[in-house]
C-alpha cells in the first residue's frame, strides 16, 4: 500500500529554490516524498523533518544530512532552537491527512467505512472525534460545523446529535451517519460528509490554531531570500495562508507605513497559487484540490 503520493512536488520542491548547502524544514514528512527530492538537492545542507504520526517512522531515510522529529509542527521553533538551529533557508508544508491515514479504517478519517470515531493525527492524543460528539454542548458543536465544515444547516446537525446521543453515544462513523444521514442533500451526500468530517478533524487536531502558530514561527526563523512552500486542501487553511503571505496576519488586513507603503514581510512568488494539471489529476485524483502558494521573505 502506498503510504502517500505528494501533491504538485515538482513545483513546491522547485518554489523552495534550494541552496546545496542550505538548511531545510519539511513539517509534513508523511511518506517522506518532499523530503527525498529535497535531499537529491542538497549536498552539505541540512534538513529537518516533523511529523507528530508515530507510523511516518518507516520511511525516514538513513541520511546524516536529515533529522526526523516526531513532534507536531507547532512547535517548531523550539525543536529548531533545541538543535542548535537558528535560521533556516526554507520550509515546506503539505497540509491535510495522508494517504494512510485516510486508508487505515481504524484511524476513523473516512466516511466511507465504518470505524471508531478517532481522527487523531498524534495517536497519542487524548480527544477524539468521539468525545468531542459526546461532551461539547450544542451551540459548540454547531460553531464547529459551521465554522471548518462550512455546512449551513450546522444548528441542526448539532440539535440532532446532541437529541441522540441521550440514547446512545456516537463511537463509530455509522452511528454519526445513522444521525445526520437525513440531514444531507439528495444528490450530494458525499459532499456532506466530507464537510461534516473535515470539520471534526480539525477540530480534533486544532488544524487551523497550529497552522497559524505554526507560520508565525516560520517568519520568525526563516532567513532574508528564505522561502515558504506551503500546499493546502480546503478553503480555510487556503485563506490562512493567502492572508499571512500577503499581509502578515491572518485577516488579510494590509498594513500600511507612514508614507502609504503596504508593509509587509514576503514576497510572493505565485500571487494566484499554482494548482495540480488535468495529468497530475488523472494519475492522483487526490490532488484535485490541492492549491500551493509560495513566498520569499524580504
Known amino acids: 500500500m502506498v503510504y502517500h503520493i505528494p501533491a504538485l512536488l515538482k513545483e513546491s520542491i522547485d518554489g523552495l529554490n534550494i541552496q546545496p548547502d542550505g538548511i531545510y524544514v519539511d513539517v509534513t514528512f508523511g511518506g517522506g516524498g518532499h523530503s527525498m527530492e529535497i535531499l537529491k538537492r542538497l549536498k552539505t545542507g541540512k534538513l529537518i523533518a516533523f511529523d507528530q504520526d508515530e507510523d511516518a517512522l518507516i520511511n525516514t531515510p538513513a541520511d546524516e544530512r536529515f533529522l526526523f522529529l516526531n513532534q507536531n509542527f507547532r512547535f517548531l521553533k523550539n525543536n529548531l532552537l533545541f538543535n542548535n538551529i537558528k535560521s533556516i533557508d526554507g520550509l515546506i508544508a503539505d497540509l491535510g491527512v495522508s494517504f494512510h491515514q485516510f486508508d487505515e479504517p481504524e484511524r476513523g478519517f473516512t466516511f466511507r467505512q465504518d470505524a471508531p470515531l478517532d481522527m487523531r493525527m498524534n495517536k497519542n492524543g487524548i480527544v477524539t472525534a468521539a468525545h468531542i460528539l459526546k461532551t461539547m454542548d450544542e451551540v459548540s458543536l454547531a460553531d464547529i460545523f459551521y465554522r471548518y465544515g462550512e455546512l449551513s444547516n450546522s444548528r441542526r446537525i448539532a440539535r440532532e446529535i446532541v437529541a441522540a446521543r441521550v440514547?446512545?453515544?456516537?463511537?463509530?462513523?455509522?452511528?454519526?451517519?445513522?444521525?445526520?444521514?437525513?440531514?444531507?442533500?439528495?444528490?450530494?451526500?458525499?459532499?456532506?460528509?466530507?464537510?461534516?468530517?473535515?470539520?471534526?478533524?480539525?477540530?480534533?487536531?486544532?488544524?487551523?490554531?497550529?497552522?497559524?502558530?505554526?507560520?508565525?514561527?516560520?517568519?520568525?526563523?526563516?532567513?532574508?531570500?528564505?522561502?515558504?512552500?506551503?500546499?493546502?486542501?480546503?478553503?480555510?487553511?487556503?485563506?490562512?495562508?493567502?492572508?499571512?503571505?500577503?499581509?502578515?496576519?491572518?485577516?488579510?488586513?494590509?498594513?500600511?507605513?507612514?508614507?502609504?507603503?503596504?508593509?509587509?514581510?514576503?514576497?510572493?512568488?505565485?500571487?494566484?497559487?499554482?494548482?495540480?494539471?488535468?495529468?497530475?489529476?488523472?494519475?492522483?485524483?487526490?490532488?484535485?484540490?490541492?492549491?500551493?502558494?509560495?513566498?520569499?521573505?524580504?
Open 167 to 298: 440514547q446512545k453515544p456516537m463511537e463509530t462513523v455509522n452511528d454519526l451517519i445513522d444521525t445526520i444521514g437525513k440531514l444531507a442533500p439528495f444528490r450530494q451526500e458525499h459532499k456532506f460528509y466530507a464537510k461534516l468530517f473535515q470539520a471534526l478533524r480539525i477540530a480534533v487536531n486544532h488544524e487551523i490554531d497550529y497552522l497559524q502558530e505554526m507560520l508565525e514561527q516560520a517568519l520568525s526563523v526563516l532567513n532574508k531570500g528564505g522561502r515558504l512552500v506551503i500546499i493546502s486542501y480546503h478553503s480555510l487553511e487556503d485563506r490562512v495562508v493567502k492572508n499571512f503571505m500577503k499581509t502578515g496576519n491572518f485577516e488579510g488586513v494590509e498594513k500600511k507605513d507612514f508614507y502609504g507603503n503596504a508593509e509587509t514581510s514576503f514576497r510572493i512568488i505565485n500571487r494566484k497559487g499554482t494548482t495540480p494539471d488535468d495529468e497530475e489529476i488523472a494519475i492522483n485524483n487526490r490532488a484535485r484540490s490541492a492549491r500551493l502558494r509560495i513566498a520569499e521573505k524580504i
